[in-house]
């Protein structure tokens, strides 16, 4: 009954046993009550303490929902990427329960040197139409693959849904093979935006907020549930289960197996770097 307290990791059995050492003769289900009339119930810790301010936080994401605005009324393609935690190929354990006749039997170590392969899967959500476009890399996690699946995916399905789209909207993170910093990642964006004739209009989300970016909650976390529990010993069923992530609201997603083989260490010409801001730039095609 002290308000200072917060939580309690006893079970309603053991605080049961306790109140009757103290001469209250409380049931389970009665404790179960008064932990409901006390406003004690079970809840999962919420990952909402930013572990650093950055500058300029609030005002990028004023200017971002000020783009989103934008293209959502002129109705052009308004695009979330993002790369998932890459994948081990093999016989290992993964998280999740499944209905089954007998235990799954996998192997008792993670060690990826005992793994046939890894699984890079990099996701496109297309927020006008909450349809996730999902890439399974082969190899490695860099600009160039980030580049080469936003064009498999538009030159094959998106760019069927906006016929007159001159330019699109790319919401990313701040790091990883997208980095703002990164100018290797501005140049094959510039190159991409040359092979679709199209601008490309890129806004990156301030550090330590990436939870914020709109594929985390609209598509990997239901890719991740269709996973739960499931050997990954194919690149064949891990595309079949990320396709049965529907959702009633009609969400869907199309996977591609992306085979090419990348390089890392990658530098950008010289005449490229200093030409950009680190948040907000877009990239024209001198065909336009």
Same mark, same amino acid.
């Given at each position: 009954?002290?308000?200072? /307290?917060?939580? $309690? !990791?006893? %079970?309603?059995?053991? =605080?049961? #046993?306790?109140?009757? #050492?103290? #001469? =209250?003769? #409380?049931?389970? +289900? /009665?404790?179960?009550?008064?932990?409901? $009339?006390?406003?004690? /119930?079970?809840?999962?810790?919420?990952k909402t303490n930013s572990l650093k301010e950055t500058k300029n936080r609030n005002e990028q994401f004023e200017y971002i929902a000020e783009l989103k605005e934008k293209f959502i009324s002129e109705k052009l393609p308004i695009l979330s990427i993002d790369t998932k935690k890459k994948e081990m190929l093999g016989n290992f354990y993964r998280d999740g329960k499944l209905y089954t006749i007998e235990p799954i039997k996998v192997n008792d170590h993670d060690f990826n040197t005992f793994a046939e392969g890894v699984i890079v899967p990099h996701g496109i959500y297309d927020?006008?139409? !909450? %349809?996730? +476009?999902?890439?399974?890399?082969?190899?490695?996690? $860099?600009?160039?693959? /980030?580049?080469?699946?936003i064009e498999h995916h538009w030159n094959h399905s998106i760019k069927q849904l906006y016929p007159k789209a001159d330019k699109m909207l790319i919401l990313c993170d701040g790091g990883g093979s997208n980095s703002s910093r990164h100018h290797v990642v501005k140049e094959q964006l510039q190159k991409l935006s040359e092979r679709l004739k199209r601008e490309i209009v890129i806004a990156h989300y301030p550090a330590y907020c990436s939870k914020w970016n709109p594929i985390e909650h609209k598509a990997f976390c239901h890719i991740t549930r269709a996973w739960q529990g499931i050997v990954f010993n194919s690149y064949e069923i891990v595309k079949e289960l990320a396709e049965k992530a529907t959702t009633k609201t009609g969400f869907s997603v199309d996977v591609h197996i992306n085979e090419k083989i990348y390089v890392t260490g990658n530098k950008a010409s010289v005449e490229f770097n200093e030409i950009l801001p680190n948040w907000n730039y877009s990239f024209k095609s001198k065909l336009l």
């Open positions: 009954m002290d308000s200072d /307290v917060k939580w $309690t !990791n006893l %079970k309603c059995s053991h =605080i049961s #046993a306790l109140l009757k #050492a103290n #001469a =209250i003769d #409380a049931g389970v +289900y /009665v404790v179960k009550q008064l932990l409901k $009339t006390c406003g004690f /119930v079970k809840r999962k810790m919420a927020m006008n139409n !909450n %349809k996730c +476009y999902l890439t399974l890399g082969k190899n490695k996690d $860099t600009a160039e693959f /980030v580049c080469d699946n």
